[in-house]
């Protein structure tokens, strides 16, 4: 018998869950008002699924989307996951306290593409967090802009926000 199926755990959004130890409180007058797209760096959904199962890694993020469009929900929205490090966005400090994390499996070369079923993926998630946060396009943002110092980071190199914002005005 195939246990494994029964054993699988669904969030609030119907995305499977695969809870990473990685997080921890976010500060009490803390509003979640945006998003952070990140590429993973690694080749598969499951290796980065695998890193944030690590306590070493101490990484993690809300969401991991596959270059299928699979979705895997890693942290609860209500928690602060690890994945922007320092980093200042609109002259507030520690982006992770307010903000929900999104991982693309993408190797951030500038060449390896994001297939257009992991951009659907993204703008549904992004559509589900707006039934419970009122995030503005303008605060859907790159790790890139956010991190510190300036040019720490470049992902998700090759993503097209313009693209994105597209699909979730449709
Ligand atoms: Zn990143």
Redesign the pocket.
Known sequence: MDSSKSDRRFSWAGFEVVNSPNFNDRPDDSIIDCI?????VQRTLQDTVTLFLDPASKVSSHFVVGKDGTVVQMVSLTKRAW???VSCLDGVDSVNDYSI?I?MTNMNDGVDPYPDKQYLAVAEIIRRCRKSYDIPDRRIV???KI?LPQGR?N??LGFDFDKLKKLLAK
């Not at 952070?36 to 993973?40: G, K, Q, R």
């Open positions: 952070v797209l990140h590429s993973t994945h922007a490090g994390g991982e790159s790790h890139a991190a980071k992902d998700p």
